[in-house]
């Protein structure tokens, strides 16, 4: 055994006494609530332009915003976790996200609301590099299959229940009740974290780089707005190209930067990790993937089976259910099989159910399309924290801050960037079709077309699903360097 693997066993030794399951319990609370009102607000939109009396062009930023806010401010945490401790990060995270949601509630127009909504994502921003950090320090390798499984569990059931539990309070209640039910929850998981969440980070206080946090911040920024802005509908307005071109030369700037950097805030030199690489880029293509289907369902059953918002959000229910309860039982497989029989297979079943969702038409029944939902969702969930745990276990122990925000961060872009790009697939496929339809005057020529688009953006994604499935036959148990 080498000094490194010495030194860690030596490290994880000292954290045994720690209990691990209070601390575990105390980051998926938080993080389930964080993470849920990413999905919860959207079903809301069409109340709120009329309560609001603003426009759903406006209504759409108290999303952006949202995303926008996460994607800046990952980068930053890599450096925020080395500055403060691990109690004081997830506190002032929930205490940023429940006076965030409490001024949601309360909010009397659409400018307070959007505050709101701009202070719960800082909380959230926070929150999640510091919930995987935490599970990094306080696992070790062979152990973190089953943790991440758990966290896994969160990141996917929360934003797939969104839809329904928002549409299920919505039924009786007015749209601040989506506030008014989580307040509570935040608050309790504050008081759960000040009674057992203990500190296991080191702090070392690093020198801040703010030339690198300006670049981070319109770099990262100006990608997620710009996409996000894109999946509106149109590519050729300036505020979508000139935003995604400035902040494409500053994202340049930031990685030049931190490269020639002895203390960068995001160091990149976990790339040199070869199998960190691999499940960076294969993370991307699969969260693209997601996203964009999560955002194409919706409009299908909406638009062109003319479902009601709660019974869309009802047929994806059971899916998100079955990827929940999935996550942890693929963590614990992985700790005992590594991750090949896990992801290649995974991304078979996805390419399968890709080409599945290419097959339907606006007389699929909702029992076809609830199937086919979940085939996907035990994909994702054979695919996403195995891959991921797999790559960060790579990683020497001084970066598992950088390791585990640079996913984050490209998750939340390649997230903006799936959206964006399937949505304008759809768009364009829809365009086709009523130009070359026979009767422009058919009564369900709009659905038709819908139908059309939503096939053109599924054959992308069987297409992105097969890259995976390539870049999953590299994978190879990754052993942690632990220094």
């Known amino acids: 055994m080498n000094t490194a693997d010495s030194a860690a066993g030596q490290q994880y030794k000292e954290l045994e006494n720690v209990k691990r399951l209070p601390i575990l319990i105390t980051l998926v609370i938080g993080a389930f609530f964080s993470i849920l009102n990413e999905t919860l607000l959207n079903i809301a939109f069409y109340d709120l332009t009329i309560d609001l009396n603003v426009s759903y062009t406006t209504i759409q930023w108290l999303s952006t915003s949202y995303m926008l806010v996460v994607g800046i401010l990952i980068p930053i945490s890599a450096l925020l976790v080395q500055w403060f401790t691990t109690r004081q990060m997830f506190i002032g995270a929930m205490v940023l996200f429940s006076a965030g949601t409490l001024v949601c509630a309360v909010a009397p127009e659409f400018t307070v609301l959007l505050i709101g909504r701009i202070i719960q994502a800082l909380g959230t921003g926070l929150m999640l590099p510091v919930m995987m950090n935490t599970i990094l320090i306080l696992y070790p390798p062979e152990k973190r299959g089953a943790a991440m499984g758990s966290i896994g569990l969160v990141i996917m059931f929360a934003p797939a229940i969104g839809p329904t539990l928002s549409g299920l309070i919505l039924e009786s209640l007015e749209w601040r009740w989506l506030f008014y039910l989580v307040f509570p929850f935040a608050v309790i998981s504050v008081i759960i974290a000040a009674i057992y969440l203990k500190n296991v980070s080191q702090v070392t206080k690093p020198k801040v780089d703010m030339l690198s946090v300006i670049l981070s911040t319109i770099g990262f920024g100006g990608i997620v707005y ?4 894109a999946g509106e509908g149109d590519w050729t307005v300036p505020k979508v190209y000139l935003t995604l071109i400035i902040g494409g030369i500053s994202l340049l700037l930031f990685i030049w930067r931190q490269l020639v950097s002895r203390t960068p805030i995001l160091n990149l030199r976990a790339f040199l990790s070869p199998m960190f690489s691999l499940s960076t880029v294969l993370l991307i293509i699969v969260m693209m993937s997601l996203f964009s289907t999560l955002m194409l369902l919706p409009i299908f059953l909406q638009q062109g ?24 039982i693929t963590g614990k497989l992985f700790d005992k099989l590594g991750p090949r029989v896990l992801v290649i297979p995974g991304t078979i079943i996805l390419i399968v159910v890709m080409w599945l969702f290419t097959q339907i038409n606006l007389e ?3 029992g076809t399309l609830i199937l086919y939902h979940c085939i996907m969702m035990v994909a994702i969930s054979m695919i996403m924290m195995p891959a991921q745990t797999n790559g960060l276990n790579q990683l020497p122990k001084t970066l598992y801050p950088h390791g585990t925000a640079i996913l984050n961060t490209l998750q939340q872009v390649s997230g903006a960037i799936g959206v964006a790009f399937f949505i304008s697939i759809m ?9 070359g339809a026979a009767d422009p005057t058919a009564e369900n020529l709009a659905s038709l077309a819908l139908n059309a688009g939503v096939h053109n953006s599924f054959r992308v994604g069987m297409i992105f699903a097969i890259v995976a499935l390539v870049l999953a036959l590299f994978v190879k148990k990754a052993k942690a360097p632990e220094a």
Do not use: D, E, Q, R
Not at 226 to 229: L, M
Not at 307 to 328: K, Q, R, W
């Open 226 to 229: 710009g996409f996000s802005s």
């Open 427 to 435: 768009s364009s496929g829809m365009k086709s079709y009523m130009a």
């Open 305 to 328: 089976l003319l479902m009601t918002a709660f019974a869309a959000g009802l047929i994806l229910l059971p899916g998100g259910v079955l990827n929940g309860f999935l996550s942890p």
């Open 364 to 366: 699929t029944s909702s």
